[in-house]
Nanobody, 120 residues
Framework: QVQLVESGGGLVQAGGSLRLSCNASGRSFSTNYMGWFRQAPGKERDFVAGIWNGLAYYSDSVKGRFTISRDITKNTVYLQMNSLQPEDTAVYYC???????????????WGQGTQVTVSS
């Protein structure tokens, strides 16, 4: 069993920044296969960024603005979000056991989510 706990969400003005954290615990796993997804009201959960086999991957909508990183010693994955825009407003979810699926990504374990709201 893997437990994922996200933190760092909140309310920010357009152009601002936030850093999300995801602390993982439980059975043996690797932070080398973790990622972030987001879900806006009425929309599907979409891939945002991920670390997979040592490389970082981003959706086109966040490339150049968001950065994913990890601290192996803390079993924690981060998502630094800069130049936030109202369209980034969503619940952000951390995922473990990330894997490619067709032209997108999926995860096997999920956190409870953290709300990010960007005001215009």
């Amino acid at each position: 069993q893997v437990q994922l706990v996200e933190s760092g969400g909140g309310l920010v003005q357009a152009g601002g920044s936030l850093r999300l954290s995801c602390n993982a615990s439980g059975r043996s796993f690797s932070t080398n296969y973790m990622g972030w997804f987001r879900q806006a009201p009425g929309k599907e959960r979409d891939f945002v960024a991920g670390i997979w086999n040592g490389l970082a991957y981003y959706s086109d909508s966040v490339k150049g603005r968001f950065t994913i990183s990890r601290d192996i010693t803390k079993n924690t994955v981060y998502l630094q979000m800069n130049s936030l825009q109202p369209e980034d407003t969503a619940v952000y979810y951390c995922a473990a056991d990330l894997y490619p699926s067709g032209r997108t990504w999926r995860g096997n374990h999920w956190g409870q989510g953290t709300q990010v709201t960007v005001s215009s």
